[in-house]
């Protein structure tokens, strides 16, 4: 009884902890458009890079960790490096699988296949976003619910909150409704690929895994 008290919960916490998130994490949005109105550095792509970094740092990676500390998992059992070897291969393969659907249309209207340019903004979507939004959505969250409820369950319901995250960005850049009305791409997209992340991570023992399958994922979509 006192164990599934505890499950119970740990998963009560962690939904808490997430809609706490998101009210900080539209907040943030709101004060970056302030900030871009009146501050052409801030507004440029090493401000913006800077000002998103520092604040997924705050807002994703400290949650996180206090999420993963009240379910008692370390740092080391989520990222589990010493499986490497499954992670790089679960995630390579599935993000490879993945990234297809941006790499063929790319291939068929004889677009570059890959970035021609380097930029913040492209380090940003491929390296920080991947690893930070995995650490946050795949180590931290599923990883709790899965003590409360069977994977599938605790993958839908990640998912939907993985999808929920995306909810205040494209609100701001005027996006919202036609990302949440697409038949296909947009919110459908962003749910079906946090249920494949979820399972990269099952598969893998690591959410390194997922973080390689998110990062090509945003390499094959990039314009």
């Not at 706490?20 to 090493?46: C, E, G, I, R, Y």
């Not at 319901?157 to 999808?163: G, I, K, P, R």
């Not at 494949?196 to 994922?217: D, E, P, Q, T």
């Amino acid at each position: 009884m006192a164990g599934r008290k505890k499950r119970s919960n740990i998963a009560k916490w962690t939904f808490g902890v997430y809609f706490a998130l998101m009210l900080t994490w539209t907040l943030a949005w709101v004060l970056k458009v302030n900030l871009d109105a009146q501050n052409d550095w801030l507004a440029a792509s090493t401000g913006s890079f800077v000002y998103w970094t520092t604040a997924k740092a705050f807002i994703w990676i400290a949650p996180a960790i206090a999420l993963m500390r009240l379910s008692g998992r370390s740092l080391r059992e989520v990222c589990n490096f010493p499986n490497w070897k499954s992670w790089l291969k679960w995630g390579g393969g599935i993000g490879l699988l993945i990234a297809l659907s941006g790499f063929i249309p790319k291939y068929l209207h004889n677009q570059p296949l890959f970035p021609t340019d380097i930029s913040y903004a492209l380090f940003s979507a491929t390296i920080i976003t991947p690893l930070f939004e995995e650490f946050l959505m795949r180590g931290a969250i599923l990883g709790n619910l899965q003590y409360s409820y069977s994977f599938w369950k605790a993958s839908i319901l990640s998912s939907l909150m993985f999808l929920g995250l995306h909810l205040p960005g494209w609100f701001f850049l005027g996006t919202l409704t036609e990302n949440l009305t697409k038949p296909a791409g947009g919110a459908i997209s962003i749910f079906l690929l946090g249920l494949a992340f979820s399972y990269v991570v099952r598969r893998s023992k690591s959410f390194m895994g997922s973080a390689i399958a998110h990062s090509l994922n945003n390499l094959s979509s990039w314009r």
